[in-house]
């Protein structure tokens, strides 16, 4: 039937269901609402909502926006408390208020609007409703018993976090958003705090699981638990108690359903999908939901059309606010990585976790912080006093000094002869490193004929090889001084033998195969690719010779810096993964075994590669797969690269077996490459869909990377880094065009819009 004269059910009277009933009946539907509990019943104390959801709210209803107006407390700035120095920075902008009071709001509202209100009244199940109504709109929460009565088709998951936070409140407003950090004698606890009243504030609590037990917290009722949180943050609260309001302890769970919509149910606010409260998205995506339903309602002609509408329009949005929420969430699980860093470091990191505020961003908000942040980083002054970006500060591994922290990541092109780079590796590489990057890697040049991915893949077991790649890095080196050439060395294992990557990715060559080898005999793809040969002691120890060998032509050829290919499930990856090594030998089963082989590899390339040049490790820190490596694996393996000698780790993830499935988005690897520096003290460098110079900066600033390697953007612009430079205004030693190309340092004009 047409959606513009319908009976709708909604089951669950928070904010989410209420203010859809407004909107519904405003449309004309006759509309009734079940809530379980009493009209000013409610969990929580106040509600964050951002300047973009007001404006929807706005536009959509006049009368809920000047009642809102009317209540909210609104202030700038954020309060981060570091050891006992508090650091503020400004020009945040948020606005709150009371969650009873917005209650009350949306009551008087759907009241007013003719909406049949139940309270105290358990809704019927929803599919029954559905042959009543000709809309259900479940907005019944977290613990829905519409997504669990429809599990089947919803196809839900839930991820619980590793921390317990309980909701609190205390009766005076602070001035601003407030985080501070107490370590205590049983880890560190977290305090979140804003208000939202003139009298009132949300204080919530967080701290790891364990920390959590080991302070004895899981064994306290709601007061006890309010004392003890208010003791450990009495200088924040200036002594004031803490109450709560059926305050329980509980983990967060991420909820993320495949399908919003059954038939003519529909999945709203916490029921559909939850964000982590640390960046104060659970009320706004619930009321956001519910503009967008009930715009697609108004719309569109029937209520099918609307929910696939509502559901692909609003899918993009709320994904992209949970990976924002998750790397919130997960940073606060690792905060006690963080907390022996420099303070305007730890603040400017936590202000940037969740990736949506950056450096740039932040910069506008408040310059002021954001010069004192970069200051301490140590980015000078240039002489128009604009600041050096982080990006263009200089970094030191062992005796390599880059003029920047830009890396162009290693790229296959797959377009070699026998193993012998030609123009195309010289065009390709020469042209990038004309275009301003620190350090430019070679694609994985591979120790053996046997060790290549695929028969376009480039190597340097041969004299003739060796010389092409001299070639290169003269070239490098005279027309492009100053920027840094690696080669990253490496052998396929059972990834090898296979077409080019523009011809079937992964796959096998369909004649002219070679054996393949590996630390165990299993395939890459199951009755795909071809049973590899496990290695015995004395082909392990010709691969040894073979790296070391390769590292010496390297070296001949006048390559700034070698690593060492330790990922994506090629020959030395394959020991480390439990996936991938099922030996029963020194070289197998836990995890010392697994690091030997890769490790002699290590050592044999670092006696033979000169002492004054640095040596990376690439890893992969997770396999993406159920009994792969975990994160506190990786922290061991990059720690036992760094004790035999190894200058950076180069963190990647995943690659390592066909059946993985990686959590994609922006600077999605970047959290591994954190965790690494942030918990061994040991350089390393991003990557990983890094794509904006802006990331880039906020990365380097925030302490979780030295060094970021992109590769996608240096296809799209080998100048990338020079483009980057001109964009931010700065003309300084980090980034020097080449003399032929200066007058084309500012970007053309063009023509009128």
């Keep these: 039937?047409?959606?513009?004269?319908?009976?709708?059910?909604?089951?669950?009277?928070?904010?989410?269901?209420?203010?859809?009933?407004?909107?519904?009946?405003?449309?004309?539907?006759?509309?009734?609402?079940?809530?379980?509990?009493?009209?000013?019943?409610?969990?929580?104390?106040?509600?964050?909502?951002?300047?973009?959801?007001?404006?929807?709210?706005?536009?959509?209803?006049?009368?809920?926006?000047?009642?809102?107006?009317?209540?909210?407390?609104?202030?700038?700035?954020?309060?981060?408390?570091?050891?006992?120095?508090?650091?503020?920075?400004?020009?945040?902008?948020?606005?709150?208020?009371?969650?009873?009071?917005?209650?009350?709001?949306?009551?008087?509202?759907?009241?007013?609007?003719?909406?049949?209100?139940?309270?105290?009244?358990?809704?019927?199940?929803?599919?029954?409703?559905?042959?009543a109504y000709d809309l259900v709109v479940a907005a019944d929460g977290v613990h829905s018993a519409t997504r669990a009565r429809g599990a089947a088709h919803f196809r839900p998951t839930e991820t619980p976090g590793r921390c317990r936070y309980v909701w609190l409140a205390a009766d005076f407003a602070f001035d601003s958003f407030r985080f501070e950090i107490a370590e205590t004698e049983h880890g560190v606890v977290q305090l979140h705090g804003y208000p939202y009243a003139p009298d009132a504030s949300t204080v919530i609590v967080e701290m790891r699981e364990e920390v959590w037990r080991a302070a004895g917290l899981d064994l306290c009722d709601e007061a006890e638990s309010a004392s003890r949180c208010a003791k450990t943050f009495a200088e924040a609260l200036h002594g004031r108690p803490l109450r709560g309001n059926r305050s329980a302890w509980t983990r967060f769970r991420t909820v993320v359903n495949e399908h919003w919509s059954h038939g003519n149910v529909v999945l709203l606010g916490d029921a559909a999908h939850t964000a982590h409260f640390s960046i104060g998205s659970g009320t706004k995506l619930a009321v956001e939901d519910a503009l967008a339903l009930a715009e697609a309602l108004g719309r569109l002609p029937d209520v099918p059309s609307a929910l696939a509408a509502y559901e692909e329009e609003r899918r993009p949005a709320v994904a992209s606010t949970q990976r924002a929420a998750a790397a919130s969430m997960r940073w606060f699980e690792d905060l006690a990585g963080y907390v022996d860093q420099p303070a305007r470091q730890f603040a400017f990191n936590l202000l940037t976790r969740s990736r949506r505020v950056t450096h740039d961003n932040l910069r506008l908000r408040d310059e002021r912080f954001t010069r004192a942040v970069e200051r301490d980083f140590g980015c000078p002054e240039d002489a128009d006093s604009t600041g050096t970006p982080p990006m263009f500060t200089p970094f030191t591994l062992r005796g390599l000094t880059l003029r920047n922290r830009v890396v162009v990541s290693p790229m296959d092109v797959y377009s070699a002869e026998e193993g012998v780079p030609g123009d195309f590796h010289l065009v390709h590489l020469g042209g990038r490193a004309l275009g301003g990057a620190g350090l430019v890697m070679t694609e994985m040049v591979c120790v053996s004929a046997e060790g290549r991915i695929t028969p376009g893949c480039a190597g340097l077991w041969t004299a003739e090889q060796a010389a092409a790649w001299k070639r290169i890095t003269d070239f490098v080196h005279t027309s492009a001084p100053g920027t840094a050439l690696g080669v990253q060395l490496g052998h396929s294992g059972r990834k090898g033998s296979t077409r080019l990557m523009w011809e079937g990715m992964d796959d096998p060559l369909p004649d002219g195969n070679w054996p393949l080898v590996a630390a165990s005999a299993l395939p890459y793809k199951a009755g795909v690719s071809a049973v590899p040969r496990a290695l015995e002691a004395a082909d392990l120890a010709a691969i040894r010779s073979d790296f070391a060998a390769a590292a010496v032509r390297a070296a001949d050829c006048g390559?700034?810096?070698?690593?060492?290919?330790?990922?994506?499930?090629?020959?030395?990856?394959?020991?480390?993964?439990?996936?991938?090594?099922?030996?029963?030998?020194?070289?197998?089963?836990?995890?010392?075994?697994?690091?030997?082989?890769?490790?002699?590899?290590?050592?044999?390339?670092?006696?033979?590669?000169?002492?004054?040049?640095?040596?990376?490790?690439?890893?992969?820190?997770?396999?993406?797969?159920?009994?792969?490596?975990?994160?506190?694996?990786?922290?061991?393996?990059?720690?036992?690269?760094?004790?035999?000698?190894?200058?950076?780790?180069?963190?990647?993830?995943?690659?390592v077996v066909a059946e993985e499935s990686p959590e994609y988005g922006r600077s999605y690897q970047t959290p591994y490459a954190d965790r690494i520096r942030n918990a061994l003290g040991v350089p390393v460098i991003a990557v990983g869909a890094i794509s904006s110079w802006d990331d880039v900066n906020s990365l380097l600033l925030a302490g979780r990377a030295d060094l970021c390697a992109l590769g996608r953007p240096h296809l799209y612009d080998p100048h990338w880094t020079l483009h980057a430079a001109a964009e931010q205004g700065y003309t300084g030693p980090g980034a020097p065009w080449p003399a032929p190309y200066r007058a084309g340092s500012r970007r053309p004009p063009t023509g009128k819009g």
């Design 1 to 131: 039937m047409s959606a513009s004269a319908m009976r709708v059910a909604v089951v669950g009277g928070g904010p989410g269901g209420l203010y859809t009933a407004a909107l519904l009946a405003r449309q004309g539907h006759a509309v009734e609402l079940w809530e379980r509990g009493a009209p000013d019943d409610t969990f929580g104390f106040g509600v964050v909502l951002s300047d973009e959801t007001l404006g929807g709210i706005e536009r959509a209803d006049t009368v809920v926006h000047a009642a809102l107006a009317a209540e909210f407390v609104r202030w700038d700035d954020v309060d981060v408390v570091h050891r006992g120095r508090l650091l503020t920075s400004g020009g945040h902008g948020f606005a709150a208020l009371g969650r009873r009071r917005l209650l009350e709001i949306l009551h008087e509202r759907c009241a007013g609007l003719g909406v049949r209100l139940r309270f105290r009244a358990e809704a019927p199940d929803a599919f029954a409703l559905a042959d």
């Design 559 to 655: 390559f700034d810096l070698l690593e060492l290919h330790c990922a994506h499930g090629y020959l030395l990856s394959g020991f480390l993964s439990p996936l991938t090594n099922h030996r029963d030998d020194a070289y197998g089963g836990p995890l010392e075994n697994r690091l030997r082989f890769p490790l002699e590899v290590f050592d044999a390339v670092r006696e033979v590669w000169p002492a004054d040049r640095p040596m990376t490790v690439r890893l992969s820190a997770t396999d993406w797969a159920p009994g792969g490596t975990t994160p506190e694996e990786a922290e061991r393996i990059a720690a036992a690269f760094a004790a035999h000698g190894a200058d950076a780790v180069d963190v990647s993830t995943g690659q």
